[in-house]
């Protein structure tokens, strides 16, 4: 199953964005028990770049931060690190070799992953239910101006925080993904681009519609058309939100074999997978339909 | 008139609300607050009326035998499966497989309805002021289901018996589709049952278009083996 929210607000660039994702993911809990994530974008950074690392699924975080801060202390560029639960948060100067940041990092230990790089974007997620995600993080706190958010039932991949959504692009600051559904062509699609040198993170189907949406952008289209691409080339049942610096947009696959729901007020363009999670994280008057076949939606500030 | 209040209680509280209150004789209910909740008002066998205020979620209404379920916003996947008789009216739009598979009764849809509608109707009549998704009639064996708006993709696919009419445009008609045009008796059909249920429509009967099975693909012929490669 899985359950996929998207939250867009229209006006202020620091509007309440954590507490509308959290809200809808909690609605949407007991269609994914295994694990809960989201991603959302805050108020830019100048010339600067977020970049959150994973320290681990357990063990000991507190020795392994000392490890990553010790490091990032001597790298030019980095600031204002912290840490909390399994992440390190710091800022890069904008300036930075993402690429050579990222070795760095993933180098000194087995278990750190760079989660999400982005002027805005901040991913957060772990195994189990929004309530705890919520506990933990606190990401109901988060102002900005739009987010995504999965709970995740797992059918074909392990249960742990790298495999979790939203699924960060590797080297693309800004884009996250949230899928809910089956990439069938998912090998071939992984081979196609790991002898093109992308390195994979997990064995997730998800990881692919973040590579190829990416891979998409890179080559010039928009989020649309990268979209309509993906509809030619993405077999399978799948509905998708994507969400970069400034833009919101989802696909529905062409079976419209997994549910999804929008509405559109003049505040904002709420998306789930069920109505149940829009209707109780907002309050008020407002229609809600069911995306068509192939629909596909992008919503830009 | 019942009135029952959601506020936190779960579908099953409310389910059991709703057949206590049809026990005690009661004919009609109001739920207010259903806030889009699943499997409400499911196998009511008594010909009572339930008012929705808001949106349901999944299955609403379905396995129904009698009652009249009014729905003020709009409806998940599901809505009405398998209805023996009734009638099911939604005021906004609804999800993925409504109407799937009724034998009886009406189903009436104010808004759009997204895809699969009325897939493997075995009777009955399903009515949709606006326009519905991909695959609608697929494999529809009898009844009528009535399109006042645009008709999507692989429209009345590998149909049986079911009537279908169509008052806009067809993105594209499934295989084994034909479109006719109505008789008379069915534009007094259609104009009768606008008027019954959808009273502010501006369709006339005399504007649809009519959409059965070229009956290819009801029985197996070899020679006709393009059709079943196509098909298939």
């Known amino acids: 199953m899985c359950g996929i929210v998207g939250f867009f607000a229209k006006g202020s660039q620091q509007a309440e964005i954590g507490r509308p994702v959290i809200d809808m993911l909690r609605a949407l809990g007991c269609r994914g028990p295994d694990s809960a994530g989201v991603a959302l974008f805050g108020s830019p950074n100048d010339n600067a770049f977020v970049v959150r690392v994973k320290l681990g699924d357990g063990g000991d975080l507190g020795s392994r931060s000392h490890k990553l801060v010790a490091y990032l202390e001597t790298v030019t560029g980095c600031s204002h690190i912290s840490t909390n639960a399994s992440y390190a948060r710091f800022l890069a100067n904008g300036e930075t070799d993402l690429l050579r940041l990222t070795a760095g990092v993933e180098e000194l230990d087995e278990d750190f992953e760079i989660v999400s790089v982005g002027r805005r974007l901040e991913i957060v997620k772990q195994t189990g239910s929004p309530d705890n995600l919520e506990k933990t993080y606190s990401v109901s706190r988060s102002m900005g101006t739009h987010g995504l958010g999965h709970t995740r039932l797992s059918t074909e991949s392990r249960v742990d925080l790298s495999h979790s959504q939203p699924f960060w692009s590797h080297g693309y600051p800004d884009l996250a993904i949230v899928h809910n559904g089956h990439i069938t062509n998912y090998h071939q699609l992984r081979r196609m681009y790991e002898q093109r040198g992308t390195r994979f993170y997990t064995e997730n189907d998800s990881e692919v519609v973040a590579i190829y949406l990416a891979d998409q952008l890179r080559q010039g289209a928009s989020l649309q058309e990268s979209f309509e691409r993906m509809l030619r080339d993405l077999d399978g049942s799948y509905s998708c939100l994507a969400a970069t610096e400034q833009q919101l947009g989802f696909v529905k696959d062409a079976f419209a074999l997994k549910p999804l729901v929008m509405t559109e007020t003049t505040d904002f363009v709420a998306v789930a997978t069920e109505e149940i999670a829009i209707r109780s994280a907002m309050p008020g008057l407002y229609s809600v339909r069911e995306a068509q076949v192939g629909e596909i939606r992008v919503w830009q500030r | ?232």
């Open chain 2, 1 to 232: 008139m019942a009135e029952i209040v959601c506020g936190n209680r779960s579908t099953r509280e409310i389910n059991e609300e709703i057949r206590r209150i049809i026990a005690t004789g009661e004919h009609e209910i109001v739920v207010q607050g259903p806030g889009a909740r699943h499997n409400l008002g499911v196998a009511v066998l008594a010909p009572v009326r339930i008012r929705f205020a808001g949106s349901v979620g999944y299955y609403c209404a379905g396995l129904i035998d009698g009652p009249r379920i009014e729905v003020d916003e709009s409806a998940g996947w599901g809505l009405a499966e398998s209805m023996m008789n009734g009638e099911v009216i939604v005021r906004g739009s609804v999800g993925n497989g409504a109407a799937a598979a009724i034998r009886g009764g009406t189903v009436v849809i104010h808004g759009d309805a997204a895809a699969r509608l009325g897939v493997s109707m075995k009777g009955g009549t399903v009515l949709v002021a606006g326009s519905c998704g991909y695959m609608a009639a697929f494999m529809g064996q009898k009844g009528t289901l009535v399109v006042c708006g645009d008709a999507g993709d692989a429209f009345a696919d590998s149909l049986y018996e079911t009537t279908c009419f169509v008052g806009g445009s067809i993105r594209g008609l499934g295989t084994d589709a034909i479109v006719e045009r109505p008789s008379q008796q069915d534009v007094g059909w259609l104009d009768s049952a606008l008027s019954q249920y959808l009273p502010g429509s501006q369709r006339r009967g005399n504007e649809f278009k009519k959409v059965v099975a070229g009956r290819k693909l009801w029985n197996f012929d070899k020679r006709e083996w393009k059709v079943w490669q196509e098909a298939l």
